[in-house]
């Protein structure tokens, strides 16, 4: 009698990760797109009021604020340029225009590339987000 023996096999179910950054950039939980992904302006809730996925997993930290300066960086630096060029105002002008400008938009871009972060973190089963199974490192 020949006894065959088959490998235990986990099934894990592919994560798509536009989807999930995409819902992370609304707020919304990357997994069901409908509950909340933050308590806070900027705290990720603990886990999502509707699928109850959990998010205390994410590690986003610096991420988002540098990729916030980044992209309002390259973004403002061409108006800043280019008002300097053509319009020549006075230092006062600057300071009040891109003084008001690129807080406002940093705060803007802030929570939804932090939503995108988690979102990604998630998708890629990173920090826990696989937890229990392969490819994870919980
Ligand atoms: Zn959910």
């Known amino acids: 009698m020949t006894e065959t023996s088959t490998p235990a096999t986990i099934e894990i179910t592919r994560r798509e990760l536009a989807a999930a950054m995409g819902r992370g950039a609304m707020s919304k939980c990357p997994n069901c797109g409908k509950g909340r992904l933050f308590s806070g302006f900027l705290r990720v809730a603990p886990e999502c009021d509707v699928c109850a996925e959990h998010f205390h997993h994410h590690r986003a ?11 309002v960086g390259h973004l403002m630096l ?3 340029l280019g008002v300097e060029e053509v319009f020549e105002p006075a230092m006062w002008v600057h300071l009040v225009l891109w003084g008001t400008l690129i807080p406002a938009a940093c705060l803007a ?7 995108a972060v988690v979102g990604m973190q998630w998708a890629s089963r990173m920090h826990g987000f696989g937890e229990g199974k392969p490819g994870s490192d919980a």
């Open 61 to 71: 930290d610096d991420a988002p604020a540098y990729l916030t300066i980044l992209i």
């Open 78 to 80: 061409p108006f800043i």
């Open 109 to 115: 871009l802030l929570r939804p590339i932090k939503g």
